[in-house]
């Protein structure tokens, strides 16, 4: 089955670190591009930015450069989306999501619930 | 960054109804690179269309996309009780990706 497995909840305090995965499977990993997109609570879809497996080719939407990093194993077909130190406005649900070289999305993980809170 | 604007914010409908669901863009999508997504609540979004009017695989011929250059259409011929959910479209001709604020089709 083609599928994104995206990593487990996590309840995180203000500052901290944080490090959440998303692994492809049932496909060529290294064909396709992932991208990270966020879903504040209540609120509508933001692309974060995009990384291509083959050769760690990465994008970064302005609102996010800096603030997070996207990297990627290809080697085990997972994507990952970090933070150095988290803030509460970092709560939401963060999808990753495969796209073809046009960059529309086909097939999307089911989302990881980051909550920050001391 | 190409900024989309959907509207209406919301659409209330019946079943067996037509929905129409528009998305401007505030400067002209290169290629028709501009998608259609279906969320429904504690779900992950579906793509619906692509190329602004190619259906993804599985969807039904209901579901049509249509338009060009800032404007670009969603329109479901007849509404089925699963057809209710937020609907967003996304440019992704230009760098950065962009998504529209949503519309919200609700039950009558």
């Known amino acids: 089955e083609v599928q994104l497995v995206q990593s487990g909840a996590e309840v995180k305090k203000p500052g901290e670190s944080l490090k959440i995965s998303c692994k492809g499977s049932?496909?060529?990993?290294?064909?396709?591009?992932i991208g990270w997109v966020r879903q504040m609570p209540g609120k509508g879809l933001e692309w974060m930015g995009i990384i291509y497996p083959g050769d760690s080719d990465t994008r970064y939407s302005p609102s996010f450069q800096g603030q997070v990093t996207i990297s990627v194993d290809k080697s085990i077909s997972t994507a990952y989306l970090q933070w150095s130190s988290l803030k509460a406005s970092d709560i939401a649900i963060y999808y990753c999501?495969?796209?073809?070289?046009?960059?529309?999305?086909?097939?999307w993980g089911r989302g990881t619930l980051v909550t920050v809170s001391s | 960054e190409i900024v989309l604007t959907q509207s209406p914010g919301t659409l209330s409908l019946s079943p067996g109804e037509r929905a129409t669901l528009f998305c401007r863009a505030s400067?002209?999508?290169?290629?028709?690179?501009l998608a259609w997504y279906q969320q429904k609540p504690g779900q992950a979004p579906r793509l619906l269309i692509y190329?602004?009017?190619s259906r993804a695989t599985g969807i039904p011929d209901r579901f049509s996309g249509s338009g060009s250059g800032t404007d670009f259409t969603l329109t479901i011929s007849r509404l089925e009780p699963e057809d209710f959910a937020v609907y967003y479209c996304?440019?992704?001709?230009?760098?950065?990706?962009?998504f529209g604020q949503g519309t919200r089709l609700d039950i009558k």
């Open positions: 996304q440019q992704y001709g230009s760098s950065p990706i962009t």
């Open positions: 190329g602004a009017s």
């Open positions: 999501a495969r796209a073809a070289g046009d960059w529309y999305v086909d097939l």
């Open positions: 400067q002209s999508v290169s290629s028709s690179y």
């Open positions: 049932g496909y060529r990993f290294t064909n396709y591009w």
